[in-house]
């Protein structure tokens, strides 16, 4: 008998067949003996069909007003699973994020959990019901309702899970789990059985779309077992959770790639200290992510500067790059939109030598040129022309050794890991 | 300078063009110095979508998750509908029945209001905001949603307006006001300037459909005046209040029907004390709201008892009447489904006999047969075959001088007011 937090997205619960469906293996766990709180999105498109309400209204919707609207559409889907699991014979109560205690900071449209009183889930429970709680929603200490933002629904079942003390909590999505590349990708590519939160999250980063950053987040600082796995089937999916560094890690657990990034070039900048630092002022004054960061050897006292950015802070970048250019009289700016990034996560790497120049050579012999390199103690990007990705991937995939008929390829112990 | 609570229904606020001139109407009364506060239906077919949901679902819903669902439909007014006024210029709050402290007992889907906590509602005028409050929902003392049932937003309206100490609760609808008789039925009919509760109750209770019996109670028990006008024009509308006796009434304000009952009648009843308590007690068992009762008088010790309710509690009354039949030994019921209530309400009744008996004659007249008859100190109703209620309505419209280019007809002083 286990205390199981599932969360079901928005595909899961679009309709009232699926609905069943979920309802029906809720009871089947409950069945089987667990104490079962299940967590959901809205139904399929109705987040969208609400922004489009509001935008019929006005362009520049206030944050708390959106914040009231959205939080409609969880809120239906709480109650008509309760209904179909009522439907089935069983117990079932539905809770909105403010009454089951999501206690969040006023960031409307992206609070902060800040606190979970699962008091009434613990209650319900210990009644004999399947509690449903809706997801992405939460309530500011004075009552304002606010909403999560992205991944939010994910966040919600892992602030529940670790509030109530599940011994697990099962993200249940239209994928089977975490696999070593996009199977879309890499046909060869296999499940995990098992990654750590760090790698999790260092896939999460690099463009993994199976879980959110922040929910793994999360689950990590407050030692959330995760199961993710399939909505559409019963096997077993990945495992996400604390790996005692003492075990054995595979070297590579994924490549991952991301083409979501642009990059943005101030060239032709006065080479002296503290012009990296005007640079990302101006873009962080701008509200733009900055990823990746190089600066190229400096020439004849000039250098350039290069970053990338989500291309939905690409505008704003521009806007910074513009006032950089004046600020610093630099050359000009420049960007490319068609660059992508794969990444290689293995927290093996942090004892294997070599990964990033196998990682380079690999890339080199498919013939894909490299424009800006990044690494943590378990993970190397590269920067790439966009159309080489495909072939950048599937040829790291098969070059370390994931490629799901083949075995782990041997590391030459002489490598190095720097480039 | 006044504090108004202005209600509009679903179909004032049905789609963005509606909401719209709703907004502008709030921000036009801010303007001429008002302070306002709005309560909102569900937009138009809103409710009923939710309902076919839950429909896809189960035949049978929990009311608890039926509320959950249905309370999503007012959120989405009230978070529109600020939008709409901050589009405008203006600063507006929403707030649902639960954060305005709409406090009712846990009757779901029909509760009760018990308090209203409407600092929040303060608060936020006295920081110039014009307040949006959804109608029909409020929380239970342990925090669970509820709504309100038939007429709940109209209710809300009166009980914010009697919170906050509001001088008028205007209820702003797709008719003018209140009618002497259904203009649909009698062109000639005319809006009343001034009603009192007392009349308001008895022709909501006997057909008028403008106001529902419920908030007119709530607003006579709070001493809250509505104002019941267009929401499509600025003309005034009809005011709803207290009046003194001292004042001179109008012998006749209107003359309503009702065709949405039916009459159920037991046959041959055997005439003994009690028999009428049996009967009525199966009927409130089986939850059959009764209204109109006629015993005939007793011959060769048999009587026959009937009474009318609402056609949908139809199906209920016939199997508590097979019930009754068995236990008292009766020889059969009958159902009558093509009856209609015509009835004539008026202050000034009380001090001017011969209204009944002008009415019964008037209806002679017409060539309509009477089958029962109530009254109460401001009424008279009588039930009529249905196929000639438009035929009566018109022709006690007509003779008690209600004709808009008529004058108030002369009482014969000698007509007593029995029958």
Redesign the interface.
């Known amino acids: 008998m286990a205390l199981v937090v599932c969360k079901f997205g928005g595909t899961s619960v679009g309709g009232?067949e699926r609905?069943?469906a979920v309802a029906q293996r809720l009871v089947d766990r409950k069945l089987a003996g667990d104490r079962v709180v299940a967590v959901v999105s809205a139904m399929g498109d109705v987040t969208d069909d609400?922004v489009a309400?509001?935008q019929?209204?006005?362009d520049?919707?206030?944050e708390?007003?959106?914040d009231?609207?959205l939080?409609?559409g969880e809120?239906?889907t709480?109650?008509?699973l309760?209904?179909?699991i009522?439907?089935i014979g069983y117990k079932a109560?539905?809770f909105?994020g403010p009454?089951v205690g999501i206690v969040t900071d006023s960031g409307h449209t992206k609070a902060k959990i800040q606190e979970v009183r699962a008091d009434r889930v613990s209650t319900a429970l210990d009644a004999g019901m399947i509690v449903i709680v809706a997801g992405f929603q939460g309530v500011t200490p004075d009552?304002q309702?606010t909403t999560l933002g992205r991944g939010g629904s994910d966040t919600t079942a892992i602030a529940i899970a670790a509030g109530i003390g599940a011994d697990v909590c099962e993200i249940l999505t239209d994928v089977d789990g975490v696999y070593t590349a996009d199977p879309r990708v890499v046909p060869a590519a296999h499940k995990l059985d098992v990654v750590s939160y760090e790698e999790m999250l260092e896939m999460a980063a690099t463009g993994a779309k199976v879980l959110q950053l922040r929910a793994v987040e999360f689950a990590r600082n407050h030692g959330v077992v995760i199961h993710c796995r399939s909505s559409f089937n019963d096997m077993p999916g990945t495992i996400v959770r604390e790996v005692d560094d003492s075990m054995e890690q595979a070297i590579i657990s994924g490549v991952t790639h991301d083409t979501s990034e642009a990059k943005v070039t101030i060239r032709d900048v006065p080479d002296r200290p503290g012009v990296a630092a005007i640079v990302f002022s101006y873009m962080a004054d701008a509200n733009v992510n900055v990823d990746m960061i190089v600066q190229n050897v400096s020439e004849e006292g000039m250098t350039d500067i290069s970053f990338t950015t989500p291309k939905e802070d690409l505008a704003r970048a521009k806007r910074a790059a513009d006032e950089v250019v004046t600020e610093l009289g630099a050359r000009l700016w420049s960007v490319d939109e068609s660059i992508a990034k794969v990444s290689l996560v293995g927290a093996g790497m942090k004892t294997h030598p070599g990964v990033a120049a196998k990682m380079f050579s690999t890339l080199a012999d498919a013939g894909v040129n490299l424009d800006m390199i990044s690494t943590s103690s378990i993970r190397v990007s590269c920067v790439i022309d966009g159309v080489h990705v495909e072939r950048a991937v599937q040829a790291l995939h098969t070059s370390f050794g994931l490629d799901s008929d083949s075995v782990t390829a041997e590391m030459s112990p002489a490598s190095g890991k720097g480039a």
């Open positions: 009232a609905l069943r609400l309400l509001a019929n209204i006005t520049d919707p206030a708390r007003e959106m009231m609207l939080a409609t809120q239906v709480i109650s008509l309760a209904m179909a009522h439907a109560i539905s909105t009454q009552g309702i």
